[in-house]
């Protein structure tokens, strides 16, 4: 099962390739602030499901790694990005987050216990 550090590590690598293949699609230029930023945030984001949920708990993958949980933030995301108000940079960063977040569900996805829809 993955660890703190992985699903950190992952998370970060996915948020990364998100926003720049991002930029890319665009021929936008991108800063190494901007790269270590949204890796951070993605890394941080991928860790949070654990955070919710501890590998201590005899719940473990409760409502943090549900299906359902994921599912709710992605209409959030759509808003996000359909918002006038929001500036596409800021678009590009929810998106990778959101990425990096999902990371973890798929990485834990693929072990025996899998991930529960609701509970």
Known sequence: MP????HFTVGAGTSIFTYLLNKSSRNEATSLEEVITVG???GAAATLPDILDPPTSPKHRSVGH??????SLIPILQR?????????N???IAES???GFASHLAMDA??????????
Request: no cysteine; aromatic share 10%.
């Open 3 to 6: 660890n703190n550090k992985t």
């Open 40 to 42: 951070f945030l993605g």
């Open 66 to 71: 549900s299906i359902a949980l994921s599912g």
């Open 80 to 88: 996000i990005k359909e918002n006038p108000q929001i500036n596409q």
């Open 90 to 92: 800021q678009k590009d």
């Open 97 to 99: 987050v959101f990425a």
């Open 110 to 119: 693929g072990t025996p216990a899998g991930l529960p829809f609701f509970d």
